[in-house]
């Protein structure tokens, strides 16, 4: 089973550019998650979809940030216009409703290995 | 606000000793405990989820304990190897209404010498 993937692993921008990130869930995953975190600090919740639509997104810093889940598959997270303070390993995972007899605990979330943004 | 805080930071063993991660946090209405795994520049690996009733979980040398009302969860892993050195963090999650959003940990940075 493939796990989580995310692209690009590296992105070096500058500031005020606009920046694409996409993330690949587990295949039939219905939850999607972002998290970033934050040089020196721990990794924060930015928004949930469940299938294509936006369940939580209570942790996005501003309106620079914009998220979608087109189709329910994959996510973008598109950040623009860029600011220094946006620099850190954002990270996308995934996560299935308990099923009878399945092999996955209840809500148990699968990370990707995260991409480094760096503002300069 | 739910916080989470895990001691000791950092961390330095021998091979074959016992490790013994403490993640500590503030709202006792919580939904399950993940801890997990990050190696330098890659990903989070899960590890072991607790769910808010069970009082521990184990898988190989592996054993996280819960305990709810006091806000404490422990995971232990039993003599270790070179190979356990990574940083491991816990994660909890408030009741399901809140969508299972995910409130970390600073981590623990664990060095096993051989």
């Known amino acids: 089973e493939a796990g989580v993937t995310q692209f690009p692993s590296h992105s070096v921008i500058e500031k005020g550019q606009t920046v694409t990130l996409r993330c690949d869930p587990i295949?039939?995953?219905?939850?999607l998650y972002w998290y970033r975190r934050v040089m020196g600090k721990e990794i924060k919740f930015l928004l949930h979809?469940?299938?294509?639509?936006?369940?939580?997104e209570s942790g996005m810093p501003n309106n620079r940030f914009l998220a979608e889940r087109t189709g329910g598959t994959y996510s973008t997270l598109k950040v623009q216009p860029a600011e220094l303070e946006d620099s850190g390993v954002y990270f996308c995972?995934?996560?299935?409703?308990?099923?009878?007899?399945?092999?996955?605990?209840?809500?148990?979330?699968?990370f990707g290995p995260g991409t480094r943004l760096t503002v300069l | 606000k739910q916080e989470v805080t895990q001691i000791p930071a950092a961390l330095s063993v021998p091979e074959g000793e016992n490790l013994v991660l403490n993640c500590s946090f503030t709202?006792?209405?919580?939904?399950?405990l993940q801890w997990f795994r990050q190696d330098p520049g890659k990903g989070l690996t899960s590890l072991l989820l607790?769910?808010?009733?069970?009082r521990e979980q184990t898988s190989g040398r592996l054993n996280a304990s819960l305990d709810k009302s006091s806000g404490r969860s422990t995971l232990y892993i039993a003599a270790s190897q070179p190979g356990d050195s990574a940083t491991y963090l816990c994660?909890?999650?408030?009741?399901?209404?809140?969508?299972?959003?995910?409130?970390f940990g600073g981590g623990t940075r664990v060095l096993v010498k051989p």
């Open positions: 709202d006792s209405a919580i939904y399950n």
């Open positions: 995972a995934s996560s299935q409703e308990y099923l009878a007899g399945g092999p996955h605990s209840y809500n148990e979330q699968f």
């Open positions: 994660a909890v999650s408030l009741i399901k209404a809140a969508g299972n959003k995910l409130t």
């Open positions: 295949s039939g995953h219905d939850n």
């Open positions: 607790i769910q808010s009733s069970q």
């Open positions: 979809f469940v299938k294509e639509s936006k369940q939580d």
